[in-house]
Nanobody, 119 residues
Framework: QVQLVESGGGLVQAGGSLRLSCAASGRPISDYHMAWFRQAPGRERELVAVITSHGFITYRQDSVKGRFTISRDNAKNMGYLDMNNLKPEDAAAYYC????????????WGQGTQVTVSS
């Protein structure tokens, strides 16, 4: 079983950048696909981006294309979400999640990190 801990959230002005990190422990993260989700108050949780265990990006939400980049470093057991040109509508709690290739849903989640974007 893998444990996930996010970090890197904070307050940033519109147009600014943040890097979110996801530290994995318990098992090698190389065994897992990783994803970033976000949830804003009063809204449903939404999938932002997905990267496979081998580093292929298989999904990016249309609203973040060209601005957000998902990546991973299996040697460091880390996942990342680089967010550029942030907009107020990007403000949300961001969650890192992981699953094995054979799993349909993401059973492993971090506690989340808050991103606030001021206009």
């Amino acid at each position: 079983q893998v444990q996930l801990v996010e970090s890197g959230g904070g307050l940033v002005q519109a147009g600014g950048s943040l890097r979110l990190s996801c530290a994995a422990s318990g098992r090698p993260i190389s065994d897992y696909h990783m994803a970033w989700f976000r949830q804003a108050p009063g809204r449903e949780r939404e999938l932002v981006a997905v990267i496979t265990s081998h580093g292929f990006i298989t999904y990016r939400q249309d609203s973040v294309k060209g601005r957000f980049t998902i990546s991973r470093d299996n040697a460091k057991n880390m996942g990342y979400l680089d967010m550029n040109n942030l907009k107020p509508e990007d403000a949300a709690a961001y969650y890192c999640a992981a699953k094995l290739e054979t799993q349909l849903k993401y059973p492993y989640w971090g506690q989340g990190t808050q991103v606030t974007v001021s206009s």
